[in-house]
C-alpha cells in the first residue's frame, strides 16, 4: 500500500516510526510515498523529523491521487476536522493505519481514517467510525461505540457498553467506567476517571486544593 501522511510533526513522526517497525518486524507492506501539510513553511519540523526529501507541500493546493491511499499524523482536533472535511470532497482513499500488536476482535467494526497504535486492545463487537487516534496500550470494552474524530492518549481505559460522540480527547491514563455516555468537543484531562455522562464542550479535570508551602 502506498501512503502519504498529512502532517509534519510529532503525530507524523511517530506514525513513520510504527509504519516502519511494522514493516521491518511484521513484515507490513507500507510504502510512505511522502508527507504533506496545510501550510508549507514549517521548516522546523521538516529539519528535525528528517521529512524534507518526501515533502510534497501544502495540502490544499496538492493534486491528489485516486491510487495513493492518504492518512492524517495530526494532534489538534479543529485542524483534523478541517481536513476530514477536504478529504471527503475530494473522495480520496482513506487509509487505516492498525499496528500489528493491536488486539482487534473479529467482532469490532473499524471505518476508516483510524491509527491504532501499539498493544491497543479492541473488544468484542466495538462500533469505531472514522478518523479516530489510539495511542499505545488504549483499551475500548465490549461494546462501546465511538463515534468520528477522537483522541486517545497513551494507556486510556474506555470499559464496556460506553457511547462516545465526536470530536473528544481524552488524556494520558483517563478512564471511563461501564455504560456512561460522552458527548462531543470534550477535553478530558490525564488521570481522570469518569463515572457519570457528560454532555457537551466540556473541560473535566482535577481541582486539587491550595497548600502553602512556604510562610
Known amino acids: 500500500m502506498k501512503l502519504i501522511i498529512i502532517g509534519v510533526g510529532a503525530a507524523a513522526a511517530e506514525l513513520t516510526h510504527f509504519v516502519n517497525h511494522s514493516n521491518k518486524y511484521f513484515k507490513s507492506k507500507i510504502k510512505i510515498s511522502g508527507y504533506l501539510d496545510l501550510k508549507s513553511g514549517k521548516k522546523e519540523f521538516l529539519k528535525k523529523y528528517d521529512f524534507s526529501k518526501k515533502f510534497l507541500g501544502n495540502l490544499e493546493s496538492h493534486n491528489f491521487s485516486k491510487s495513493i491511499f492518504y492518512i492524517v499524523a495530526i ?92 470530536n473528544n480527547f481524552f488524556g494520558l491514563k483517563s478512564a471511563v467506567i461501564p455504560d456512561r455516555k460522552i ?6 484531562q490525564a488521570g481522570m476517571i469518569i463515572d457519570k455522562d457528560i454532555s457537551n464542550g466540556n473541560v473535566i479535570f482535577h481541582r486539587f486544593k491550595e497548600k502553602i508551602i512556604l510562610k
Not at 183 to 188: H, L, P, Q, T, Y
Open 75 to 166: 494532534n489538534n482536533i479543529g485542524i483534523r476536522k478541517k481536513i476530514f472535511y477536504l478529504l471527503k470532497l475530494k473522495k480520496v482513499k482513506i487509509a487505516n493505519f492498525i499496528h500489528p500488536t493491536a488486539v482487534i476482535a473479529d467482532s469490532a467494526k473499524i471505518g476508516k481514517g483510524n491509527i491504532i497504535y501499539p498493544y491497543c486492545l479492541i473488544g468484542p463487537n466495538v462500533k469505531i467510525a472514522d478518523f479516530n487516534f489510539f495511542n499505545c496500550n488504549v483499551a475500548i470494552g465490549h461494546d462501546s461505540n465511538i463515534y468520528n474524530n477522537n483522541i486517545f492518549s497513551p494507556n486510556c481505559c474506555i470499559a464496556g457498553s460506553v457511547k462516545i460522540n465526536m
Open 183 to 188: 458527548g462531543k468537543d470534550n477535553i478530558i
